[in-house]
């Protein structure tokens, strides 16, 4: 694993040197899931559910690297339909699988409506989660009580969780494989450091799976 990105993030911000250890093992956990196949489903509230579609965003389509197919990919398409394969070829993007939990509005509406909101999260990990997947639960006070009943579907399921927090230690980092508890204690400065950290964390495994 590169250092680099590690090193710009102390760099830039670096009140988070504390936290360089389990972002460094939150790494190794997210790049052993994509090698195995797997997937990160992430949860958050609020802000966190924000910042669980920013993180969408930058695994599922190239952030820095324009993530080209690979020859055998582009292969592929094209023999299916040569002009739309051709098209595809030269546009699609590399993927890391990636869900966020809060943007599926009939589904959530109706579990909500019909059975007990707190588990809706919950209900989605026990559907789309599997072994080799991971759950990053994102939560400021580490005490949501929604993102704690998926984190515990999850880890039934035999998925790693992780944890992403502040400063104090809450019933999530008793959960998870691993916690981030970022330095702050107020909601939006615990979220303005989330931010530099899961943009750390999707640039490294970019570099990882994707030439940059």
Known sequence: MSSKQIDILIERYPQLDVCKKDIIETFNILK???ENNGKLLIAGNGGSAADAEHIVGELMKGFKSSRKLK??????LISVNNEMGELLGDNLQGVLPAIALDGHMSLT??????CEPLLCFAQQVFGYGNKNDVFLGIST?????????AATV???KGMKVIGLTGKKESKLSDIADIC??????ETYMIQEMHLPVYHCLCLMLEESFFEV
């Open 32 to 34: 052993e899931c994509y």
């Open 71 to 76: 020859e055998c990919e582009i292969e592929k």
């Open 109 to 114: 509406t109706a579990y909500m409506n019909d």
């Open 141 to 149: 006070s580490g005490n949501s009580k929604n993102i704690l009943y």
């Open 154 to 156: 999850a880890k039934a």
């Open 180 to 185: 981030i508890n970022v330095p702050q204690t």
